[in-house]
């Protein structure tokens, strides 16, 4: 096993000039998994490039906390900046303050409070329209849930609702494309591939209708209560309305991310509640008696506490966002080890979720885990990220997919129509392929 530099090694298995990108394309999960048995900072190759895996916590939160010498960059946020626009989840540090001021007074607690009101009747007509007995695919149903209340959210103009068609029928592609373009040398990204095709496609279909979608707005010159109104209103440090530019990757990150990871979690939520129906039993009672069987609201959050650490414990086993890459600006030290200028650093919320050193049964499903007596290594969980680029929604995703989760088992008994595992496809988010279940009315169910 070699080393470049005092404290960093190198994981073995590393092919001439396309590197590890065999393992982090079959089976990036596994291949991430082995690298803390080389040391805490692990050197794998790109293609042509190198980067630095970060396998412990403390040195995970240091990189997060320190967002000034670790600044956003590397890959992976190059390809998320190239499909977003640089917004809030991909912009440098030097602009991120001032982007998070002006996004912030959307997701404020008065905020919160009313998109909590969408989401009840997005979820009350949505299970309203299941039936007794067939299997539904989860995936997709969830999709429908996510960005129905992110639409209504971010637009109220009936106009707007093309972009948001537009972004969830393209998210797979777009993703995907982020994904595996990360890991291409930039020579190959330029090559007229199927996958690359099919990424541009996707990303110029959903820019084109959120582009369609602002001009309305902007023309309409209407207030309409929603987040888009709010940023077009917005003006920056220097008294200037947002241009457009930055209001569509603000638009975009935010339907793109507050779409995708919502239903991703949801769906494995409900997976897991098939592969545990003991689990599934104690929610059913919680739900039943808080809700009987109405849908749950604003109100009903702090009594949902089961609810509640299931979706954490999902969040636990299948973060959505799996992987993620940052930029040294400045020579830096992480534990005894130098890190020079411009060195790209990968840290994975999947790899410090599943290491057995600071996770008891780390591939086991165990919502009690999170209750209040027990104790947790700090910075072994972070699927929202961490320091001053925590994800700016993850009050707005914990409240949609608790009150969803706890609504669906109020009402409906699940089962799996399909024994099989969901397959993973490696791509920005943790997205099973196919969860298939069968639903029953809980008043035919049996108890």
Request: with cysteine; glycine share 6%.
């Given at each position: 096993?070699?080393?470049?530099?005092?404290?960093?090694t190198?994981?073995p298995?590393?092919?001439?000039?396309?590197?590890?990108?065999?393992?982090?394309?079959?089976?990036?999960?596994?291949?991430?998994?082995?690298?803390?048995s080389?040391?805490?900072?692990?050197?794998?190759?790109?293609?042509?490039?190198?980067?630095?895996?970060?396998?412990?916590?403390?040195?995970?939160?240091?990189?997060l906390?320190?967002?000034?010498?670790?600044?956003k960059?590397g890959?992976?946020?190059?390809?998320?900046?190239?499909?977003?626009?640089?917004?809030?989840?991909?912009c440098?540090?030097?602009a991120?303050r001032?982007?998070?001021?002006?996004?912030?007074p959307?997701?404020?607690?008065?905020?919160?409070?009313?998109?909590?009101?969408?989401?009840?009747?997005?979820i009350?007509?949505?299970?309203?329209?299941?039936?007794?007995?067939?299997?539904?695919?989860v995936g997709?149903?969830?999709?429908?849930?996510?960005?129905?209340?992110?639409?209504?959210?971010?637009?109220?103009?009936?106009?707007?609702?093309?972009?948001v068609?537009?972004?969830?029928?393209?998210?797979?592609?777009?993703?995907?494309?982020?994904y595996?373009?990360?890991?291409?040398?930039?020579?190959?990204?330029?090559?007229?591939?199927?996958?690359?095709l099919?990424?541009?496609?996707?990303?110029?279909?959903a820019?084109?209708?959120?582009?369609?979608?602002?001009s309305?707005?902007?023309?309409?010159?209407?207030?309409?209560?929603?987040?888009?109104?709010?940023?077009?209103?917005?003006?920056?440090d220097?008294?200037?309305?947002?241009g457009?530019?930055?209001?569509?990757?603000?638009i975009?990150?935010?339907?793109?991310?507050?779409?995708?990871t919502?239903?991703?979690?949801l769906?494995?939520?409900?997976?897991?509640?098939?592969?545990?129906?003991?689990?599934q039993?104690?929610?059913h009672v919680?739900?039943?008696k808080?809700?009987?069987?109405?849908a749950?609201?604003?109100?009903?959050l702090?009594?949902?506490?089961?609810?509640?650490?299931?979706?954490?414990?999902t969040?636990?086993?299948?973060?959505?966002?799996?992987?993620?890459?940052r930029?040294?600006?400045?020579?830096?030290?992480?534990?005894?080890?130098?890190?020079?200028?411009?060195?790209?650093?990968?840290?994975?919320?999947?790899?410090?979720?599943?290491?057995?050193?600071?996770?008891?049964r780390?591939?086991?499903?165990?919502?009690?885990?999170?209750?209040?007596?027990?104790?947790?290594?700090?910075?072994?969980?972070?699927?929202f990220?961490?320091?001053?680029?925590?994800?700016?929604?993850?009050?707005?995703?914990?409240?949609?997919?608790?009150?969803?989760?706890?609504t669906?088992?109020?009402?409906?008994?699940?089962?799996?129509?399909?024994?099989?595992?969901?397959r993973?496809?490696?791509?920005?988010?943790?997205s099973?392929?196919k969860?298939?279940?069968?639903?029953?009315?809980?008043?035919?169910?049996?108890?």
């Amino acid at each position: 096993m070699a080393t470049d530099h005092e404290g960093i090694t190198q994981a073995p298995g590393a092919l001439p000039i396309v590197g590890h990108l065999f393992p982090l394309l079959r089976d990036p999960l596994g291949f991430l998994k082995t690298l803390p048995s080389y040391g805490d900072l692990v050197q794998i190759r790109l293609g042509p490039q190198t980067a630095v895996v970060v396998c412990r916590p403390e040195l995970v939160q240091e990189v997060l906390l320190h967002d000034r010498i670790f600044d956003k960059g590397g890959p992976i946020i190059e390809r998320v900046g190239n499909a977003l626009g640089d917004g809030i989840a991909s912009c440098p540090h030097s602009a991120h303050r001032r982007q998070r001021r002006e996004l912030q007074p959307a997701f404020s607690r008065t905020c919160l409070r009313e998109y909590a009101a969408i989401m009840t009747e997005q979820i009350d007509t949505l299970t309203a329209g299941w039936h007794d007995g067939p299997t539904i695919d989860v995936g997709s149903q969830m999709y429908a849930l996510a960005s129905g209340t992110i639409a209504r959210t971010l637009f109220t103009a009936e106009a707007a609702r093309p972009a948001v068609e537009a972004v969830t029928e393209n998210l797979p592609d777009i993703f995907r494309g982020i994904y595996q373009q990360a890991l291409l040398p930039p020579s190959l990204r330029r090559l007229p591939l199927p996958s690359n095709l099919r990424y541009e496609r996707a990303r110029n279909r959903a820019w084109g209708e959120v582009s369609k979608a602002i001009s309305w707005y902007r023309q309409d010159g209407e207030g309409h209560s929603d987040v888009l109104s709010m940023l077009l209103a917005t003006h920056d440090d220097a008294g200037e309305a947002l241009g457009d530019a930055e209001v569509h990757a603000q638009i975009m990150t935010l339907l793109v991310a507050g779409i995708d990871t919502t239903a991703v979690a949801l769906t494995w939520a409900v997976h897991l509640l098939c592969q545990h129906p003991d689990v599934q039993e104690r929610l059913h009672v919680e739900a039943a008696k808080v809700l009987g069987t109405r849908a749950a609201t604003w109100e009903d959050l702090p009594q949902l506490e089961l609810a509640g650490r299931v979706i954490t414990e999902t969040l636990r086993l299948y973060p959505p966002g799996w992987i993620f890459t940052r930029m040294t600006t400045t020579e830096a030290r992480l534990a005894n080890a130098v890190i020079p200028p411009d060195t790209t650093l990968v840290y994975s919320p999947y790899l410090m979720h599943h290491d057995a050193r600071f996770n008891r049964r780390p591939d086991s499903f165990d919502p009690d885990r999170w209750l209040p007596e027990h104790e947790h290594v700090r910075g072994a969980f972070i699927p929202f990220g961490g320091g001053a680029r925590k994800c700016i929604g993850d009050a707005y995703a914990m409240n949609l997919a608790t009150l969803a989760l706890s609504t669906i088992v109020a009402r409906w008994r699940l089962s799996h129509g399909d024994v099989r595992r969901p397959r993973i496809e490696p791509r920005m988010t943790l997205s099973p392929n196919k969860v298939r279940v069968r639903v029953a009315c809980v008043e035919r169910a049996p108890v």
